[in-house]
């Protein structure tokens, strides 16, 4: 797998697409990176055998997500404990080199290229059963959600992923805070789990969870609304400042308001199946952990 510390996606001022190298830049998020000049990657992707780091600089003129393609989206929840006492933001694993029923004797790990911040964003009006079908994933995957990035680090910057914060505020207002240590599922598991049976594919992603601090579980509730500013930041990882317009849908006669995000490629939802296909970031599936054992229930 390719080598790196801080791998970004970006365009310069001619439109051409690279890959560069932002470890060590003093700002790591949207709007710092804009404007920087960076170390170029050969290659069109970390899984060209010719990438490698090149003596070549670009400046960077336009922030991309950092994936051009996700096979899968595989997502797991209530995998922290004080979020499961309830009833975001996640740490999210790029899968490296395809994998398939990894053993207890291997170590999971080598399979992760690197982590990035993830935002599952939920539409909760289309989430409930009766506009579901009882498929949560429907409320996940309109066109602009789960924006990842800005950057990708290496498993060399964050060799150990049960000792993070994690942290949201909208507006201003600090509304998740918490660590990875708080994971009932550690990551090492979900990979085992995830691989029976099915080959986890290079690129592909998975998001680990959220904490506390869910919207839906305050009191009153509070929802994400036009206009918000949301910015997660996971230590080692910053995310852009997202701003949040509104897009009305029709459905059943009336108009609702579903929160985009943007900053992600274009996506299309399909409520007719929990494997939800996406233009440019592939199919999202739920699993959530039902026991302290270690199994899961697919959604």
């Excluded at 560069?20 to 170390?39: C, R």
């Excluded at 680090?153 to 150990?160: E, G, H, V, W």
């Excluded at 990551?187 to 789990?193: A, S």
Aim: proline letters at 6%.
């Amino acid at each position: 797998m390719a080598t790196f510390g801080k791998l970004i996606r970006f365009k310069d001022a001619a439109g051409t697409a690279f890959y560069g190298e932002a470890e060590g830049l003093p700002s790591i998020n949207k709007q710092g990176l804009v404007g920087s000049s960076v170390p170029v990657y050969a290659g069109e992707s970390p899984w060209d055998l010719n990438f490698r780091l090149t003596a070549e600089t670009k400046s960077i003129a336009e922030v991309l997500p950092p994936l051009s393609h996700v096979p899968v989206f595989y997502c797991v929840g209530m995998n922290y404990k004080t979020h499961a006492r309830e009833a975001g933001v996640e740490l999210t694993a790029i899968i490296g080199q395809d994998c398939k029923n990894v053993s207890e004797d291997e170590d999971p790990f080598d399979y992760i290229l690197g982590y990035t911040v993830g935002n599952d964003i939920s539409s909760r009006w289309w989430q409930v059963p009766e506009r579901s079908n009882g498929q949560p994933a429907a409320a996940k995957s309109f066109d602009k959600f789960a924006p990842l990035g800005p950057v990708i680090t290496s498993k060399r910057l964050i060799p150990d992923p049960t000792r993070l914060r994690v942290s949201t505020r909208v507006n201003g207002e600090r509304r998740q805070y918490s660590g990875t240590e708080d994971w009932i599922f550690d990551l090492g598991l979900l990979i085992r789990h995830l691989s029976r049976g099915t080959t986890l594919r290079k690129g592909s992603v998975i998001m680990t969870g959220t904490p506390s601090g869910v919207g839906y579980f305050m009191k009153p509730q509070t929802w994400l609304k036009h206009g918000d500013i949301l910015e997660t930041e996971i230590d080692g990882i910053v995310t852009p400042i997202e701003r949040l317009f509104m897009v009305i849908l029709y459905a059943t006669n009336s108009t609702k308001s579903v929160l985009l995000s943007s900053g992600a490629p274009l996506q299309e939802a399909s409520i007719s199946t929990c494997l939800v296909r996406r233009l440019d970031y592939g199919l999202r599936r739920q699993f959530r952990p039902i026991s302290d054992r270690g199994t899961y229930k697919e959604q």
